[in-house]
């Protein structure tokens, strides 16, 4: 079975940094993106960031680009997302997903999701 662990989310203050990780199991085939995604109370989740398993392309949101990285170890079968002067609207659920074909922000899309990741930034 197709498993996505989420984890590394904590309490930080605005200007610091957490890195997510997102574990991967259970895939068969390479051709999967890993996607991260959040969802603040009261709001749509949205997409944050993702990364094309098979060729390594990677998309960011515009809220994020130059603040964080998403990034891949092939031997742990990981997907990390670091996170940088970080503020207070970046204070949500974090999750991460699997999408087949190529990264994409489109929720319906995906196929797997792993349990959120609670991050939150204090002013």
């Known amino acids: 079975d197709v498993q996505l662990q989420a984890s590394g989310g904590g309490l930080v203050q605005a200007g610091g940094s957490l890195r997510l990780s997102c574990a991967a199991s259970?895939?068969?085939?390479?051709?999967?993106?890993i996607g991260w995604f959040r969802q603040a109370p009261g709001k749509e989740r949205e997409g944050v960031s993702c990364?094309?398993?098979?060729?390594?392309?990677?998309l960011y949101a515009d809220s994020v680009k130059g603040r964080f990285t998403i990034s891949r170890d092939i031997a742990e079968n990981t997907v990390y997302l670091q996170m940088n002067s970080l503020k207070p609207e970046d204070t949500a659920v974090y999750y991460c997903?699997?999408?087949?074909?190529?990264?994409?922000?489109?929720?319906?899309?995906?196929?797997?999701w792993g349990q959120g990741t609670q991050v939150t930034v204090s002013s």
């Open positions: 259970g895939f068969t085939r390479d051709d999967y993106a």
């Open positions: 997903a699997a999408v087949r074909f190529g990264c994409t922000f489109v929720t319906a899309l995906y196929d797997y």
């Open positions: 990364f094309s398993r098979d060729d390594g392309t990677t």
